[in-house]
């Protein structure tokens, strides 16, 4: 069975400083999605990023941007120039690229950002 | 706007009682998910749908009843066999196919 673990329940940043946050993966399919999801507050899951496991290069969105190490089975998440918004739970999803449409969740990373 | 949406908000039950909760979307989706989140904890599926009239149970379906009768709505029951209901739940959907999920704003249900 796939499973998605985040090994850092909180994690603690400066503001305009940069981030990291960790995910590892466990399955036996060659093809996959891998996501992060960012919940506010408000917990309104939003997405922040999508990588394809069959695309090598790594996927960037504005101030974000992950680091898929495939082999290792690792999905970071890193966050550039923080800022007090991005203070939230972050959680790492995957799902197999086909049959099942399951989606499967890390427990999330906590992210406080200091001003 | 399309979009996902979940009523109510707030939702208090007492205990012993059935009580459902409400997800459409307009998004056009074939699939779509409940979730439960508790405090400090990840996502856990309870029951997802592929396509109309075919659900399938998720990791803690048991005391939880759905229907997908509509494509747009998938309403989730919480039955009085669910031995601690109070959580947050969280409604998704996905296009087959696609590979992005998207949520709605979520329920709080409380068991006063």
Known sequence: AQTVTQSQPEMSVQEAETVTLSCTYDTSESDYYLFWYKQPPSRQMILVIRQEAYKQQNATENRFSVNFQKAAKSFSLKISDSQLGDAAMYFCAYRRSSGTYKYIFGTGTRLKVLA | DGGITQSPKYLFRKEGQNVTLSCEQNLNHDAMYWYRQDPGQGLRLIYYSQIVNDFQKGDIAEGYSVSREK????????????????????????????????????????VL
């Open chain 2, 71 to 110: 494509k747009e709505s998938f309403p989730l029951t919480v039955t009085s066999a669910q031995k601690n209901p109070t959580a947050f739940y969280l409604c998704a959907s996905s296009q087959t196919g696609a590979d992005t999920q998207y949520f709605g704003p979520g329920t709080r249900l409380t």
